[in-house]
């Protein structure tokens, strides 16, 4: 089993892939810079646990 994350991740995840779906994919770095252009997230961890779960939810779509 993997690990779980938290749900507001999933939440924050989500809802950006709902709103600006089309503009990720599966690579992890241009992810990372698209949440910093379309969220406030200040936390460096924060922005990459939900570029990495993005991330996930985009690889297993393809």
């Known amino acids: 089993m993997g690990r779980s ?6 939440n924050i995840g ?4 709902d709103y600006h779906g089309r503009k990720f994919d599966s ?17 460096k961890k924060l922005r990459n646990r939900v570029a990495g779960f993005i991330t996930h939810v985009k690889s297993s779509e393809e």
């Open 5 to 10: 994350r938290q749900t507001y991740i999933r």
């Open 14 to 17: 989500k809802k950006l892939l």
């Open 27 to 43: 690579d992890f770095d241009e992810n990372k810079e698209k949440i910093e252009e379309l969220t406030d997230i200040n936390s």
